[in-house]
């Protein structure tokens, strides 16, 4: 066998010479026969590497049931995937090609937002933002408290007489930007993770094709601190002669924030209002008169994130023992104070004075009737 395959080898020798020198023959004959075994083709599953996002929940106040994560190119801000969602008890695997990205990341889905945030633009990450659902029936009970104000301030004038809030606060002109209220939104978290680089190395490459994907061992790990995007509004309003309004018909908190920017992770510089039920009533200790009713609820927060000089109003509607409508509206902006714990905490405290007035039968005392007070609907978390 040997000597067959030196035969072999001069005859090419022989034949190959007549074309070509002697030593460079010798060396592309005998190259393939004392070179090292080829390597296997590699495998290259999708081109993509493993990256595992990593929500940090501690100060967000929220309790997700699940993440959803968006990848954007940073070269244009397009949207290159919106990854389905996971449980937000699992680990968060998403795949990434070779180049730079920004990462948004939410508790949930958009789908279980509806009704409550209205999420837009999300195919390009310059135009992505949550905003506020408009309540067309409140925004029309605004409207109309509204014109009422404004009829009530041009008699007050036409009179010759200065309209006040019983000595609490001046009434406020109507800004001359469209009113309407927007639905209570919902418990939200984002984290914007900006200068994601993807390299060749990180692509998930292996010598053989494996029996599982191995690309989770190597993940590029990725923290994601989630900022609550929604705020706690808490308004207080000390009421001195509390005894003499038998409630409230819905009051309004006008000039927060529509919505928020998922970009620039800032509130929205339009503004919409809130309409709410002040009627969670308490007397003083030792007193049978005087008390305070308290109110909480989401809001997108302050305009700009209080960057602006924009103005804040609240209206408060009480209904008298006698029957009779008694509107107040405060400027509130100096009165807010902000809490930055975990919920943005928008802190409101307010001094008013009832006028003493005698009920439709003839009694002075506080109408525990609640009928007059404005229903309220609350969702039960299932």
């Known amino acids: ?7 072999l080898l001069q005859s090419l020798l022989r034949l190959l010479s007549e074309y070509t020198s002697g030593p460079v023959v010798a060396i592309l004959v005998l190259l393939p026969l004392f070179s090292c075994q080829r390597d296997h083709l590699y495998y290259a599953s999708s081109n993509t590497a493993t990256v595992l996002v ?14 959803t994560v968006y990848a954007y190119r940073e070269s244009d801000g397009s949207l290159y995937k919106r990854f389905p969602p996971v449980s937000a008890d699992q680990k968060c695997y ?3 090609p070779q180049g730079d990205f920004t990462l948004v990341v939410m508790n949930d889905t958009p789908e279980e937002f509806k009704g409550r ?3 837009r633009g999300e195919q390009n990450l310059s135009t992505f933002q949550a905003r506020g659902v408009k309540d067309e029936s409140r925004s029309q009970k605004l409207n109309e408290h509204l014109k009422a104000q404004a009829e009530a301030r041009a008699a007050s004038e036409s009179e010759g007489t200065a309209a006040s809030a019983s000595g609490s606060a001046a009434p406020v002109s109507k800004s001359e930007d469209e009113e309407y209220c927007i639905v209570e939104p919902d418990t939200l978290a984002m984290s914007v993770i900006r200068g994601l680089h993807i390299s060749p190395e990180q692509i998930d490459y292996y010598y053989d094709r494996p029996e599982y994907d191995l690309s989770q061992e190597s993940a590029t790990v990725v923290p ?3 900022k609550p995007v929604v705020s706690q509004v808490n308004i207080k309003a ?9 409630g409230t018909t819905l009051s309004f908190l006008r000039g927060v924030a529509a919505g928020y920017d998922i ?24 007193s049978d008169s005087d008390g305070t009713i308290t109110a909480s609820f989401l809001s997108f927060g302050l305009i700009g994130d209080g960057t602006t000089d924009s103005r804040y109003y609240l209206d408060i509607n009480f209904v008298l023992i006698n029957g009779e409508p008694y509107p107040l509206t405060f400027d509130v902006t100096d009165l807010i104070s902000v809490d930055v714990s975990l919920y943005l905490t928008l802190n409101l405290d307010l001094e008013i004075v009832l006028p003493e007035v005698v009920g439709e039968e003839g009694g002075g005392g506080f109408n525990t009737d609640v009928s007059e007070w404005e229903d309220e609907v609350v969702d039960i978390p299932m």
């Open 263 to 286: 970009s620039t992770q800032t509130n929205s510089t339009d503004r919409a209002a809130h309409a709410f039920v002040l009627n969670n009533r308490k007397f003083d200790a030792g």
């Open 224 to 226: 994601a601190l989630m």
């Open 54 to 67: 990593e929500p940090d929940w501690s100060t967000s106040a929220v309790h997700p049931n699940g993440v």
């Open 117 to 119: 945030i209205d999420f």
């Open 238 to 246: 000390h009421v001195k002669g509390l005894k003499y309004a038998r």
């Open 94 to 96: 998403i795949k990434l």
């Open 1 to 7: 066998m040997i000597r067959s395959v030196s035969t």
